[in-house]
């Protein structure tokens, strides 16, 4: 059944001690005032020289867990993002990712190793978002092992499950209205732009009632795979992502 109103889910990826504090910091004021209880996916053993833009931050846990009391939700975001693998990804929009195409072995090492370090660290970690969207089947079935049974990723326009894993659809990489449907857009702090910061601030001004949160995305979820309809879109959106790629 199509959804009347718009959802949206925001996002924000990439976080570790040595993330841009002050960015980061400049978007959580935007969302506080705004009443947002975003999704807040973290890096837990970053190696990726990308992500290393200043010195860590002593008080990175501690922020995230005043975040997550606050209502933020708290994504295991990969294992040390490094991204190595050639292997064929599910969504298919990079070339070269963490998981996709790594032994099933190693995955779940990753994935039980990475929520390991997040509740060491006094979070509760519950959902996965692998980065540049590159997991495969061994993925899901290493994540359920975990007892990870949640994701972000997809082109669909609700959630779904799939492969015995609910996934929670992500489409948008900056504010844009829609109609109808569930829509998680996914921030980066660390090269994220003045002006996004003003368009964000703006965009949840006139729509921050249409925003909603994990919690109310799993307890409304309709527990079951795509239709025949929504699989022929999602086929259509994802060859027209990867033909971008190329």
Known sequence: MRVAKPSYLLRFDD?????SKERFERFMDIIERHEIRPILAVVPANQDPELKVDKADPAFWTRLRALESAGATIALHGYRHVCNSAGLSMVGKHSRTEFAGVSEGIQREWIHKGLETLRANGLTPRLFIAPRHGFDSATLRALLEEGLGCLSDGYAS???RRGGVLWIPQQLWEPVKKSHGLWTICLHS???KLELFERLDAFLSENSKHFTSFDRV????EPTELRLHE???EALI???ARSVRV
């Open 218 to 221: 799993i307890f409304h979820a």
């Open 158 to 160: 609700r959630a779904f």
């Open 15 to 19: 976080l570790c001690p040595t993330m």
């Open 190 to 192: 660390n090269t994220a």
């Open 231 to 233: 699989r022929i879109r």
């Open 238 to 240: 994802m060859l027209r």
